[in-house]
């Protein structure tokens, strides 16, 4: 069971932040994160981002994908309007950074995501978004605007005991580099972006 492990207030360039560790125990070094903004109402809906790591996008800015931008925005709005961003260490849709970076390099030679995935003996995705809704009954959230174009992560709210009030479309603008996964996201796993932007 995921329990508390530390917490404490962190001043960002967005404003300040509550973050919580969350794990079994308290000798694991990649917990997950809940980032709770200052003055969040826990009697309304809450904003509410899952965000799955990515190294290579969030610290090393690659265009590849947009994950470093999705990830300031939501901070940015969680300040503007309160709300909680719960970051889940699942690298890479939860096969890791090492089977990532050999994704990528199947990608070099013509495949797209899903298809280096499976070319690797790996699952599509990989993620487990359960943990999330445990740290969110946690956290005392009963009801979310969700920020997502995920329809996968609004079915795993719909299908536990906290209510789905709305979602927040989270669309950053295409690059060169990130339009093949951005098209395969939209096709395969039918996220809800608009075309104009991909
Ligand atoms: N396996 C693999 N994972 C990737 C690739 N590109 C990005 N990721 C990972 O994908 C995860 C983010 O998932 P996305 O599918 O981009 O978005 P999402 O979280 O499902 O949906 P949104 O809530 O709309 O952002 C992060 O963990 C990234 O590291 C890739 O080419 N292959
Ligand atoms: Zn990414």
């Known amino acids: 069971m995921l329990k508390v492990q530390a917490e404490a207030n962190v001043p960002t360039e967005f404003g300040e932040f509550r973050m919580i560790a969350f794990s079994e125990d308290d000798n694991n070094w990649m917990p997950h994160m809940a980032l709770i903004a200052k003055g969040t109402d826990f009697n309304k809906p ?6 799955s790591e990515c190294i290579t996008g969030e610290v090393f800015h690659s265009q590849k ?26 690298e890479g849709r939860n096969i890791g950074i090492i089977n990532k970076l ?16 499976l070319k690797l003996g790996l699952p ?6 359960g943990v999330a809704i445990e740290i969110l009954k946690d956290l005392g959230v009963k009801s979310v605007n969700l920020m997502t174009n995920n329809p996968e992560k609004i079915k795993i ?18 690059n060169e580099a990130s339009l093949s996964y951005l098209k395969t996201k939209k096709e395969f796993f039918g996220h809800l972006l608009d075309d104009e932007n991909n």
């Open 46 to 51: 809450v904003n509410v981002r899952i965000h």
């Open 65 to 90: 994908c947009e994950c470093g931008q999705q990830l300031n925005s939501a901070m940015h709005y969680m300040q503007e309007n309160g709300g909680v961003i719960i970051y889940l260490r699942q």
């Open 157 to 174: 709210i719909e299908n536990s005991d906290i209510t789905f009030n709305s979602r927040i479309p989270l669309q950053i603008k295409a």
């Open 124 to 129: 599509a995705d990989d993620r487990d978004f």
């Open 102 to 117: 050999k994704a990528y390099a199947l990608q070099e030679k013509g495949l797209d995501t899903v298809q280096a995935n």
